[in-house]
């Protein structure tokens, strides 16, 4: 990681929380503070676009019907595999686990600034990612509030969104995980960002402003 200006390196930040709980707002609010952002969602997408990284693996794995006619992973597809079949979903993810931490890596050795957020939404799950973070912020919300925020921007059904869920950490587990939470549920989004801005100094040693 590059040294910021008082010759530190930036301290590294692990973002979590459960789908339709906010972290994309939350993180945004950590950007416009100061910190530089690893999204591991985002990496997880340019590893599976056409000529990406993990497309050969997958292909040879799960077989071409995986692959869409543009090159890219069959998301909807694989979706569908993954849900029925836990193995798949391992498989999967030992596929692209790798290459997500060594991107994810190398976008931080490259950052700048106080704070490196890496974005993880299976951060609690995971067996190697809180050893790779100073602290573990925990956006929480209700599992109704999940599931509206869910079904608003996807469409998807309930039944679809409930599955995903489960298939996630419990909220207890994420909090009991986290060095601080932010309860995103209800919240205006002035108080959310007061908020944040009040953690983001209590961590790094200043006063709010």
């Keep these: 990681m590059v040294p910021d ?6 301290r590294r930040i692990g973002l979590t929380g459960g789908i339709g709980s906010g972290k994309s707002t939350v993180a945004g609010v950590l950007v416009r503070l100061g910190a530089a952002l690893v999204d591991t969602d985002a990496i997880a997408r340019r590893l599976t676009l056409p000529g990406g990284a993990a497309i050969d693996a997958i ?3 799960f077989g071409p019907e995986f692959i869409d006619a543009a090159g890219a992973l069959d998301r909807e597809r694989m979706r569908g595999l993954a849900f029925a079949e836990p193995d798949a979903r391992r498989r999967l993810e030992a596929i692209l686990h790798p290459l997500i931490g060594a991107t994810a890596e190398a976008e931080a050795i490259a950052a700048t600034g106080q704070a490196v957020v890496f974005d993880v939404p299976l951060l609690v799950e995971s ?17 109704a509030t999940q599931a509206a ?22 909220r207890a587990e994420r909090r009991a995980a986290a060095d601080a939470v932010i309860f995103n549920d209800g ?9 944040l801005e009040v953690l983001w100094h209590a961590w790094f040693d200043r006063k709010p402003t």
């Design 59 to 61: 292909a040879a794995t």
């Design 187 to 195: 919240i205006a989004p002035e108080r959310l960002a007061r908020e």
């Design 127 to 143: 067996r190697h990612w809180r050893a790779r973070v100073d602290k573990v912020l925990v956006v929480d919300c209700s599992e």
């Design 5 to 10: 200006a008082l010759g530190a390196a930036p």
């Design 149 to 170: 925020r869910v079904m608003a921007r996807s469409g998807w059904p309930r039944s679809q969104v409930d599955a995903v869920i489960a298939q996630q950490a419990s």
